[in-house]
């Protein structure tokens, strides 16, 4: 009877470690997700209760690092004690006499963020003159990989391109002073589509990778599955943009690539909770 219930136990066990949530530690892999959660000030917030819902949610897709942007409301705050990650990093606050509004910008980590900086952008138009927008970088120890940089950001909307074109200049500049030789994830609402001006730039300029376009290489069957490569949708999918991405730049001891790539909270994957749908991409390091 003993040796049939331990039998059982080991069954078990391993039933358990192969359905378990992939982490950093066991798998030498990293699940990042990146979320615009539609976080306006009043009087242009919708649903101030949205928020308790994605901070109870979001835990359930076991991620290890989550970039939000657009939290710029008081509501978004419990998005800061999302159980199970203890490590934060936040953008810029409110600049006395100059912008009224924070950066929006928060990263959750599992792991330990060592260091962190923000850099706020020096030119904007429209809307988002009143909020301090620019980069966030954490250096973050993921056990099993080693130090990682993680940069998110929330570019400007609209239609300047002159604005947004030089927000990514000195995007690449605060990047470049941060890599050494660390693998590195630049992730956010970019408010750019695949093959602009401002794309193209971010992908040979910069020189990052977009995760989708290496996760469809591998996968040409979602290469027009709208629930794969479309994070903003209106309109019951007449109007459909891709504006948030999460780009890889492999310049560290270990080379990144995406082994899962999905659209969250658009109601088949999370109840859908902002006007944005996030991005969540599980990468693997060899």
Same mark, same amino acid.
């Given at each position: 009877?003993?040796? @049939?219930?331990?039998? &059982? ?9 192969? *359905? &378990? ?6 798998? /030498?892999?990293?699940? $990042?997700?990146?979320? /615009? ?9 919708? +649903? !101030? +209760? ?10 359930? *897709? ?7 942007? =657009? ?12 159980? +199970?990650?203890?490590?934060? !990093? ?25 260091? #962190? ?8 138009? +429209? ?14 120890? $993921?056990?099993?990989?080693? =130090?990682v940089n993680?940069?998110?950001?929330? #570019?400007?909307?609209?239609? /300047? ?7 990514? $200049? ?7 002073? %941060?890599?050494?030789?660390?693998? #590195? ?19 040979? !300029? ?5 995760? @989708? ?5 591998? %996968? ?16 019951? %999918? ?37 006007? %944005?749908?996030? $991005?969540?991409v599980d990468?693997?390091f060899n």
């Amino acid at each position: 009877m003993m040796k @049939l219930k331990t039998v &059982a136990l080991f069954c078990i066990s391993i039933a358990l470690i192969q *359905f &378990a949530p992939s982490t950093a530690l066991a798998t /030498n892999k990293l699940r $990042v997700i990146t979320y /615009n959660t539609w976080g306006l000030p009043r009087p242009f917030l919708i +649903g !101030a +209760g949205r928020f308790k819902k994605i901070a109870a949610t979001i835990p359930k *897709f076991f991620a290890d690092i989550i970039g939000f942007q =657009e939290t710029f409301t008081k509501y978004a705050d419990v998005l800061q004690k999302v159980p +199970g990650y203890p490590y934060k !990093a936040f953008g810029s606050g409110k600049i006395k006499g100059k912008k009224i509004l924070t950066s929006g910008l928060l990263l959750l980590s599992k792991y330990p963020i060592v260091e #962190t900086e923000y850099m706020v952008y020096s030119k904007c138009s +429209g809307f988002d003159c009143f909020a301090a927008k620019g980069v966030l970088w954490a250096k973050v120890a $993921v056990p099993g990989v080693g =130090e990682v940089n993680v940069f998110t950001t929330h #570019t400007n909307a609209g239609s /300047n391109k002159k604005v947004k074109s030089f927000q990514l $200049v000195e995007a690449q500049n605060f990047i470049q002073k %941060h890599l050494e030789g660390r693998s #590195t994830l630049f992730l956010g609402d970019f408010n750019l589509q695949p093959g602009s001006e401002d794309y193209n730039y971010v992908h040979y !300029a910069m020189d990052f990778a977009d995760s @989708l376009d290496l996760y469809l290489t591998d %996968h040409p069957e979602y290469s027009q599955d709208p629930d794969v490569i479309y994070s903003y949708i209106l309109a019951k %999918h007449f109007f459909k943009r891709r504006l948030d991405y999460v780009w890889l730049k492999d310049i560290g001891s270990k080379s990144m690539h995406p082994v899962n790539y999905k659209v969250i909270f658009n109601n088949k994957n999370g109840k859908r909770l902002s006007d %944005h749908l996030g $991005v969540m991409v599980d990468l693997e390091f060899n």
